[in-house]
Each structure stands twice: as C-alpha cells, then as structure tokens.
C-alpha cells in the first residue's frame, strides 16, 4: 500500500524530531542508531531466526528488544534496525513482528501490509533526514556517493532522492 503524502510528512516529522531529542540538534551522519536504541532503553541482539534465512529482523514490545539476523551486510542491518525502531515508535498496538525481507526494495510495495510500508519509509527518514540529505545532495550530486556517506544501500538511496524529487545536476 502507498502511504499518503500527509502520512508521508508525519512520519518524516517523528522521525526528525526523535533525531533531534537524541542528538540535541546536532545531527551528524551517518547516522548512529546505537544512540537511538540507548535513549530508548531498547536492546539489540543478533539472531538467525531458527535458520529461516529469509527473516531479517524482528521487534519484541514486551522485551524491547530488535533482533537483526547476523549474516547480513552492514547497510542492511542498519536499514532493519531502523525500520524495527519504526515499528516500536509508530506501531505500539503491535506487540511482536517479524519483518520478512528477503530484499525490501524489490518487494512490490502495493503488496505491502501498510505497516510495513510505514516502518520502511520511517527508516529511510531517520537515516537519510532531509535536512543533512539536501546539504550533501548539493555537494556530492550522485547516488552512489550519497549512499557511501550516508552508508545507506544504493537502492535505499535512489528512492529517497527520488521521493524527495533532488535532480543531478548535470
Ligand atoms: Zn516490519
């Protein structure tokens, strides 16, 4: 499911405001979520999910806790983390999930349970926020640039760029 633009501009605004609390207006990037889980007395643990290799991440409400599983690349456990941190700020009526994510940026996003689709769009707000994002985007102008200093995925980065309309300067 597609969120609407003014649920679109509400998650960016709690995203950015969580930002600011944590990092007290000085929001460097990339982006250190450890702080974010430690404001938030969240713990994080690394799980291979029974062996089940198509499970990513998990969120538990009552033991507040992420799991990510451990064989993943670096930008990936970050994106997981942050979309899980998503699910724990912006989902409080779910006690437990687990985020199947064979590669999120390939799944049909219309397919998408909206909850997932906010908790994406959560995390690629709080690591890529637009105030940082459009200051590098002046200087650096590429996707793949922007993807390495904001150590995000390329993937994750060229549809943030795009949803936020930044144009390569040619
Ligand atoms: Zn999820």
Not at 39 to 46: D, F, P, S
Not at 91 to 106: P, S, T
């Amino acid at each position: 499911m597609r969120l609407s633009d003014d649920r679109k501009e509400e998650i960016e605004y709690i995203a950015g405001s969580i930002l600011q609390d944590v990092f007290n207006s000085e929001i460097k990037v990339p982006i250190d979520l450890v702080r974010i889980l430690q404001a938030n007395e969240l713990k994080l643990t690394m799980g291979d999910f029974g062996g089940n290799t198509s499970i990513a991440g998990a969120f538990q409400r009552s033991e507040k806790t992420i799991a990510i599983a451990s064989n993943m690349p670096y930008q990936r456990s970050v994106f997981t983390i942050a979309h899980e941190l998503g699910h724990f700020f912006l989902h409080r009526d779910y006690n437990y999930e687990i985020f199947y994510r064979r590669d999120a940026d390939l799944i049909d996003i219309d397919k998408l349970n909206p909850i997932e689709t906010e908790a994406n769009h959560f995390a690629a707000c709080l690591l890529m926020p637009r105030e940082p994002l459009n200051y590098y985007w002046r200087l650096i102008n590429n996707v793949d640039g922007m993807a390495n200093y904001f150590r995000v995925s390329k993937s994750a980065m060229y549809w943030r760029t795009k949803n936020l309309k930044l144009e390569t300067v040619k």
